[in-house]
């Protein structure tokens, strides 16, 4: 059964606050597996050796020092820097060698994003990998209607499927782009669809500064009082690479990590456009980028909860289109991993990345080979884990039951192997003996029903069942799964009077301004 | 253009002997390029500690000390283990502890096997990775003529794909069964296919004993005299697991080795049925298994060249089914990779295995997860690389370009990350600066032609071009390239007398008995 709802009421749901309304909706709410966020057992994969890391190490803090970063419209910033100790050139920030190795000390190793339901806590660092899912898209597409502009209806869907998706631990931040809501207050929308319809933890809002804001302000409703010494979202931060910081991203970071919360600082970069075509070139620019974009995180508050990332993809030269599950993603991937344990800090990278337009062979070549980098290679926080396609210029709704499938392989392969009496199974092999079989004995009676990774998409029949039962395709099996989650959706409860406060929220801040679009 | 075959006449062919009819066709030879074998740059995924390693070894030996194998209507095999000290019960052979790793020290660390053309030799073992084509399909598929018995106008079909596929160093051997000629008789044209149509390495019969030295015979004639001193075949000898030795498979093994040519002793394992459930169990007893096959190999011809090998897959507790692309498979790959280099021996696994009836998604996902396990799992030759469909039961035509393409990813992460100067690409972050851009520098200018993997089969084109263009998803678009590929072949030039003689060969043998089949 797996992440499917089911009728079963075993699985109690925790309730906050005590209305009649709420305890109803415990009575009848139905059981939604949900797996915990991946602990490691097994190693990473390390690329580099210690030479190779040392080179790449000395030469971004060499870009720093020399070249410097540009934080623009963004006086505060330069004056913060200035204070630190930097060299400031107009709106260019000359780091000297080691000051934002010294900055970052600050920052945790780890840390707990809460959600509304504890048992959805995610641990962010060392040695979990926390799979949340696609993030950005302004398109949708399906099996039924084709691919066309996202609306608020298809955001709350894609909240549903993570939310019935046992393998992903979050709810992500912007599924789709809700384009049939004003640019200045989808943003609202978004987190009450997270908020209401899911209890899994969520991101924030990062187009403006006061629309993080609006997120904390929404956070405190939710959890019922300041967030200050509780982390609930992980909020994504790009970086204008080459080495440029906006005033918006950087003005949300500022607002998250003053109220505690933590940032994805991530330079964004499609090798070859914004970094060198080299892989080493692009991870020494990352790491100088991410040095000192974690660096300014600390500057707004010591010891904010922030993570290291790296979103790279490489370009096609025919076309200039990005690429994705190509050799050089992986090697950066791999590299950046290590760069950033070095640096003690939390992860994030990968993703089930794609170009192709279709939930098709393409794309899951292309996701298969990004997702086990990203378990192999060490990634704590991994956005667009389910759902990404075309680019991430479509939320595939096949693609993301199909992604989440996946997810399962990569929890059972961080497992590692089990060395215990029963997992060495030496009295099966007495049992059975040369010639015989184990479909029978004892140990495979005793274990057949954990042992093995399950699919819940993936199809397995003899050739002739699956010809008579119309030759499905993936895509085709994906829709059918995708309309059972949907239809056994069941909401998780939330104390009314939560509810009410954030609509009343909503209401204000909608009101206190005109619909503002692009 | 990679591997696609132009006019041009740059690449000059190599011809054997004189004729007027090879100088001709070398006039006319087409480039076809062809990759030089994996050596990888990057470390091995290890997922055992030294641990569990140690207690998987001591488990072996003592499954082979106190259960022991058989070895099945083979007198003379159990009259050479008596010799070498193993106890003989029937054709139960116990293997006293430590008898097996005595006997694998003369077997070479790796090997070469040489092709026809020299430029196409294939290290096997240490830091490399031979690349060959899916074996053993029963039935073939394809867009045009869906799925059906595979005849030997498909087997030539798959020969001339792996010959233009740049990223496959093997021909492989059973590409598929030609089922339209009698099964005494069809390795003869298979080896004849291999043998003319392409000039890449090739695998030899090993359904019989008289197959086997068929195949020796007809390579004594394509290289122009005796092969003991010469490995020219690397040949599939399959483990009836658990822990049996068939006579017809070890009577193949036995003509391969004292002609001095290759075997991959494995196991093929369907987890569950033919080994425990649990991934270390099923290390367990593959590793005794490939010890004892290889102790055996080595007692037939000491120092042949023998690699050890590990097909596992898991099962479908539902239905019974072999599945692919597991966690449970990629744990026994990581493995059993450790378990081989720690005896110093070149390492079979993986390929481009799925259960999949189509080259959908599910294909595609299974495929991937194998082939990035293989890479990192240290695999020195992976058979199945391209093709595989259908749990083995299908060659798929648009499935085989679609892996051959894919496996140019291998090669790229094999190479590891270059750290020259001008892989560093100080210079271009100088130059460009912050919010610059990369496309115009001159770094990039020097180095993107080389700088990142190109597909010869995905699409990248924008959606709207791709709309225009019929909306092809990657299925219809690698039917394309099958069409081009077998449009574009051209026949690596050979001796006309080793041609006939080759002919001659297999005429004289196929009047020496009646068809027979089944």
């Not at 060495?424 to 009676?445: D, K, R, S, W």
Request: charge should be negative; include cysteine; charged fraction near 20%.
């Amino acid at each position: 059964m797996s992440e499917e709802a089911t009728s079963e009421n075993s699985g109690r749901r925790r309730a906050r606050g005590g209305g009649g309304a709420a305890r109803r909706a415990e009575r009848t709410a139905v059981k939604i597996e949900a797996a915990k966020y991946i602990e490691r057992n097994i190693p990473n994969f390390e690329i580099l050796n210690e030479e190779a890391l040392q080179i790449i190490e000395a030469n971004a803090e060499a870009i720093l020092e020399e070249i410097g970063v540009n934080f623009l419209d963004n006086p505060a910033a330069l004056e913060r820097w200035r204070e630190a100790g930097a060299d400031i050139d107009g709106e260019r920030v000359r780091i000297p060698k080691g000051l934002c190795r010294e900055l970052i000390k600050t920052a945790p190793g780890e840390y707990i994003q809460h959600a509304r339901n504890p048992d959805r806590n995610v641990r962010v660092g060392g040695n979990t990998m926390v799979l949340a899912p696609v993030y950005g898209p302004p398109f949708v597409r399906d099996m039924d209607g084709g691919r066309r502009y996202a609306t608020i209806a298809d955001f709350q869907n894609f909240v549903k499927l993570a939310y019935m998706s046992k393998w992903l631990h979050h709810s992500g931040g912007t599924v789709c782009e809700p384009t049939d809501i004003a640019v200045n207050k989808r943003h609202l929308d978004m987190l009450y669809a997270h908020m209401t319809l899911s209890d899994k933890p969520y991101m924030g809002s990062v187009t403006a500064p006061e629309r993080a804001q609006d997120s904390v302000a929404m956070s405190e409703i939710l959890f019922g009082g300041s967030v200050a010494n509780k982390t609930v979202m992980t909020s994504l931060i790009n970086i204008n690479s080459p080495m440029t910081f906006d005033d918006i991203m950087m003005g949300a970071m500022e607002v998250y990590a003053k109220n505690n919360q933590a940032c994805i600082v991530s330079p964004f970069i499609v090798g070859g456009a914004m970094a060198p075509v080299s892989v080493a070139g692009t991870l020494t620019q990352a790491l100088a980028e991410g040095l000192a974009g974690v660096a300014y995180n600390q500057l707004c508050n010591p010891g904010a909860p922030v993570i290291m990332g790296a979103f790279v993809t490489s370009i096609d030269m025919n076309s200039g289109a990005p690429t994705f599950g190509t050799p050089e993603a992986s090697k950066i991937l791999y590299g950046m991993g290590q760069l950033v344990r070095r640096l003690g800090l939390p992860y994030r990278s990968g993703g089930g990345l794609c170009a192709s337009k279709l939930p098709d062979a393409q794309a899951a070549y292309e996701t298969a080979n990004t997702l086990n980098a990203a378990l192999l290679g060490g990634v704590n926080f991994c956005l667009h884990a389910a759902g990404w396609l075309e680019g991430g210029l479509v939320s595939s709704y096949e693609k993301f039951v199909m992604d989440a499938d996946q997810l399962g392989i990569l929890h059972s392969i961080a497992e590692g192997v089990d060395m215990s009496e029963n997992g060495q199974a030496l009295g099966a092999i007495h049992e059975v003996g040369p010639g015989g079989h184990y479909l029978g004995c004892e140990h495979t009676q005793a274990n057949f029903k954990d042992a093995f990774w399950r699919t819940e998409v993936l199809d397995y029949k003899p050739y002739e069942t699956w010809a008579e039962d119309g030759e499905k395709d993936t895509m085709t099996l994906a829709n059918a799964r995708v309309k059972k989650l949907l239809g056994d959706y069941q909401q998780p409860a939330i104390d009314p009077a939560i509810d009410e406060a954030l609509l009343a929220y909503i209401a204000k801040r909608k009101e206190s301004e005109p619909d503002a679009f692009g």
